[in-house]
């Protein structure tokens, strides 16, 4: 399913016109559903420009972004309600696309070096 213009897309990310290999962002273990959802709408608030897709399995949930998909800390505490360490995704962090920068206040998902 593909949703014109920004905003998250839900489904398996095929048939979005979004060419796979460019597409960058976490995979986030299915086991905190609550977790996955504020990190997907966290990344949404981040990136107001790009197509959000959001590939949830069950056991993990996929949100990809083209090319450079940004996670502030603010954004996710606000989606969370509550204050949160972005250290502390790492253990639901099961894997992810791209290349990753990260600082104490954002995590930025990219696919060209910055070096």
């Known amino acids: ?9 839900a489904g398996t990310g095929t048939g979005t ?5 460019k597409l ?3 995979v986030i273990r ?7 959802e504020a990190v997907a709408a966290a990344i ?11 590939d949830d399995q069950g056991g993990y949930v996929r949100i990809s972004v083209p090319r450079r998909c940004v ?8 989606e969370l309600g509550r204050t949160f360490r972005l250290s502390e995704l790492e253990p639901a962090l099961a894997a992810f ?3 990753l920068m990260q600082t104490e206040d954002q995590l930025v998902w990219y ?3 910055q070096d």
């Open 44 to 54: 949404e608030q981040d990136n107001p420009e790009a197509q959000v897709v959001v």
């Open 97 to 99: 696309a791209g290349r």
């Open 24 to 26: 960058v962002g976490p």
């Open 17 to 21: 016109g979004l060419d796979a290999e």
């Open 1 to 9: 399913m593909t949703a014109p213009g920004p905003g998250p897309v």
């Open 111 to 113: 696919l060209e070096r």
């Open 71 to 78: 996670l502030s800390r603010a954004s996710l505490e606000e």
């Open 30 to 36: 299915g086991l905190d559903g609550d977790l996955a």
